[in-house]
């Protein structure tokens, strides 16, 4: 054996020092890499999350987005009708217990309710065998972008002026001009009116995504809730008022609970899976799979739904994700967005904190 | 006292085995939530099975350990090495178990199923828990940075005994070399480095 001390240094035995401080190096480096600490530029879940919350402020303990919302809970009562389709355990003939949450879009937890006409429902499935299938759905029928980095692009062309408060609208120009797959998006948004109530819309799931039937075959599948109640007559609110769908809820909730039909679109050959810009021609054939029954409400900061994180990719064997890109970057965004308030909530040290909601509270 | 040289084959394959799976992890785990791209998706699906995989090779692996003495570390180390080496290794194996228990701790507390695969599920280990979610999720990501570092040092270390030393701590732990037994002059309790991740040289 060679006692290192003894030797004189020699070329060789520098050469085995660079040796071991290479393969140390490229390691560490390596690692670096694939966390994306070396390339500032790609786009991370983190920096999509950092780009909302610069849009809104930062709000400690709420969503990144959709921020604004009110916690509800009921059932989900199948008919059986989409068990051919799907093994999922939710489409046989049963009850399934669910929790979900009303929202409108962006991460400002105080916006007004008639600032915008997008209005989303999540929902959490509890099924019977201890899978879940979690879902988050909004009122357009399609979306605005097809991929993460046209999302991340129109994140920051809507970054309010700090002089006037709003998005500059050259800029928002040029995000349009610059993806005309908004197009449809911008046709339903134009005509779009802020409802005066969550329980009159639909609620599009928008995403594709597979129902495996229990010989395995693939359907390629849109889904969507229908209301059964239309009346949303604005239930005497004043004009002032902006925090009018959370009392429109429990108002109507107070009557009985609300109703929607759950509609299984399936995709024909050639309809696109990876695209949620594009809506697939109306007469492709819809299962309704059965009855969402919305009984009770409870206040977002105190609710069973405020530590759920709608990860759209959770989903019970029989549903599967599609190609669709923007599936993996919410499952990713929202995972970010989910430590972080859960975070604030923790009180872990370096966490925003959380404060009390009065005080937060921005004119 | 006669020990023997090398470490049981066994455990040199658990050892080839769980270093590649382990730094695999590590990378998977980094990368996915780094990246909005489709791989978050199949790299998280196969972050939880091997993950948990990895667990029962942990079990196994100790098992071992604790009933075979490893072979002696070579009586000239300096006595801080030796520390190093012994504290590390525990280091090591603590985080081998700590880390997929931490993620199945952490999944069960945020409410998550823990599918591995499309239609297994292992149950919850912990009841739904926001706060204490946020806790193990960020020991999940600290600690793993700790098993790199740990890694890194070993792999070092190993190279150092390969390549500087030549004391034969890296063949004690080589795959293929054969077991010749020796005597030990020394019986400390002392144990032999275990080798790492990056390919045995020849001497
Ligand atoms: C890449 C595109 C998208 C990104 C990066 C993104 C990002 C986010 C984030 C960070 C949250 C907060 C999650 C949390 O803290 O729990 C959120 C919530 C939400 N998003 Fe998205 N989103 C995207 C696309 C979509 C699409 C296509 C839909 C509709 C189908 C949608 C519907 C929702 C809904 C309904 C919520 C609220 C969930 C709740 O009430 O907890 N998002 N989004
Ligand atoms: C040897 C075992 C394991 C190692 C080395 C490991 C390593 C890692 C690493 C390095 C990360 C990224 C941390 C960060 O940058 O924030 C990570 C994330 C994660 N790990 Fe593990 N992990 C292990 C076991 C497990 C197990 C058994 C599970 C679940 C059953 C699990 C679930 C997760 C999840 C869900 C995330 C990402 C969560 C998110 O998107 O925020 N891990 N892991």
């Not at chain 1, 899978?131 to 972008?145: C, D, E, I, K, L």
């Not at chain 1, 991340?152 to 993806?179: I, M, N």
């Not at chain 1, 977002?300 to 739904?305: L, N, P, T, Y």
């Not at chain 2, 999944?107 to 591995?116: D, F, K, T």
Request: hydrophobic share 45%; aromatic share 10%; glycine share 8%.
């Amino acid at each position: 054996m060679l006692d290192p001390l003894d030797t004189p240094p020699s070329p060789r035995l520098a050469w085995r020092w660079i040796t071991i401080g290479v393969t140390v190096g490229l390691l560490a480096a390596a690692f670096a890499y694939v966390a994306g600490w070396l390339t500032p530029r790609r786009l991370t879940p983190a920096r999509i999350v950092n780009a909302l919350q610069d849009n809104s402020g930062l709000h400690p303990g709420f969503r990144r987005n959709h921020a604004k919302g009110v916690c509800v809970s009921g059932y989900f009562e199948s008919t059986g009708a989409a068990a051919p389709y799907s093994s999922a355990s939710v489409f046989a003939p049963v009850r399934t217990p669910v929790v979900g949450r009303f929202a409108i879009p962006g991460g400002n937890p105080y916006a007004p309710d008639g600032g915008t006409p997008i209005r989303s429902l999540a929902l959490r499935f509890n099924l019977a065998d201890g899978q879940q299938w979690r879902t988050g759905m909004n009122n357009s029928p399609v979306f605005a972008v097809a991929t993460p980095q046209a999302f991340y692009e129109q994140v920051l062309a809507s970054r309010p002026d700090p002089a006037t408060g709003k998005p500059d609208p050259a800029k928002l120009a040029a995000f349009f001009a610059a993806h005309p797959e908004t197009a449809a998006f911008r046709t339903w948004a134009k005509t779009a009116k802020p409802s005066a109530s969550f329980g009159t819309e639909n609620y599009y799931g928008l995403n594709a995504f597979y129902l495996i039937d229990t010989a395995s075959q693939r359907h390629a599948v849109r889904w969507r809730v229908v209301p059964e109640a239309h009346d949303d007559s604005p239930s005497a609110h004043a004009a002032d008022d902006s925090d009018y769908l959370t009392r429109d809820v429990q108002q109507r909730l107070a009557q009985g609970p609300l109703r929607w039909h759950l509609l299984l679109t399936l995709a024909a050959p050639g309809d696109p899976t990876n695209d949620a810009t594009q809506a697939w021609p109306a007469d492709r054939t819809s299962v309704d799979a059965g009855t969402l029954v919305i009984e009770r409400e409870q206040a977002q900061d105190s609710g069973d739904c405020r530590d759920i994180n709608y990860d759209p990719t959770v989903l019970p064997h029989g549903i599967a994700i599609s190609d669709d890109p923007l599936l993996p970057a919410r499952s990713a965004a929202y995972a970010d967005s989910y430590l972080r308030r859960t975070n604030e909530e923790a009180g872990a040290p370096g966490a925003p904190h959380v404060d009390a909601h009065s005080a937060e509270r921005k004119p | 006292m006669t020990t023997s040289a090398t470490f049981h084959p066994l455990a040199r394959l658990l050892h080839w085995t769980m270093a590649l799976l382990i730094l695999a992890m590590l990378f998977i785990g980094v990368g996915m939530v780094g990246t909005v791209s489709p791989k978050h998706s199949w790299l998280l699906a196969i972050h939880r099975p091997l993950g948990l995989a990895i667990l029962l090779l942990a079990v196994m692996r100790l098992t071992i350990r604790l009933r075979r003495r490893p072979p002696a570390l070579p009586g000239d180390m300096p006595r801080w090495q030796c520390y190093l080496a012994h504290a590390s290794h525990w280091l090591l194996y603590g985080l081998m178990l700590a880390m997929p228990l931490i993620g199945w701790a952490m999944q069960s507390a945020g409410g998550y199923p823990i599918m591995l695969g499309d239609a297994w599920r292992v149950p919850a280990i912990l009841p739904e828990n926001a706060a204490l979610f946020a806790w193990l999720r960020e020991a999940h990501r600290y600690l793993a940075y700790l098993f790199l570092l740990t890694i890194l040092g070993h792999v070092g270390a190993a190279l150092y005994h390969a390549l500087i030393r030549r004391d034969g701590v890296f063949q004690s732990m080589a795959l293929g070399v054969r077991d010749r037994g020796r005597v030990e002059e020394d019986t400390d309790l002392v144990e032999e480095a275990e080798a790492t991740t990056s390919p045995p040289r020849p001497e």
